[in-house]
Nanobody
Framework: QVRLVESGGGLAQSGGSLRLSCAAS????????MGWFRQAPGKEREFVAG????????YYSDSVKGRFTISRDTAKNTVYLQMDSMIPEDTAVYSC??????????????????WGQGMQVTVSS
């Protein structure tokens, strides 16, 4: 059974930082892709960042580019999202996602097979 377990969410102040982790178990994502998505109240789920597992290629949404950094540790089968210079608009439920069918970083949530449970991130002004 494949599981993605997220940690690191919580409360941050505006301008502050948080680091999210997503530990995968049950399989590796070799030749695949991992991504972070978020959903704020009353809004649609939004792509945040993605990474190809083998080559480490990264892609970011315009709203977080330059502030967030995605990375992965292949030995630990874990992907991270370092969030810096956070703003109240970053408040949302953040979820990690994984897929093994392609290494192409898709911004569509339908392109990912596996999902974590999601966790709240709140940025206070």
């Amino acid at each position: 059974q494949v599981r993605l377990v997220e940690s690191g969410g919580g409360l941050a102040q505006s301008g502050g930082s948080l680091r999210l982790s997503c530990a995968a178990s049950g399989r590796t994502f070799t030749n695949g892709r991992m991504g972070w998505f978020r959903q704020a109240p009353g809004k649609e789920r939004e792509f945040v960042a993605g990474i190809s597992w083998n080559g480490g290629n990264e892609y970011y949404s315009d709203s977080v580019k330059g502030r967030f950094t995605i990375s992965r540790d292949t030995a630990k089968n874990t992907v991270y999202l370092q969030m810096d210079s956070m703003i109240p608009e970053d408040t949302a439920v953040y979820s990690c996602a994984g897929d093994v069918r392609s290494s192409y970083i898709s911004t569509l949530h339908t392109a990912y097979m596996y999902w974590g449970q999601g966790m709240q991130v709140t940025v206070s002004s």
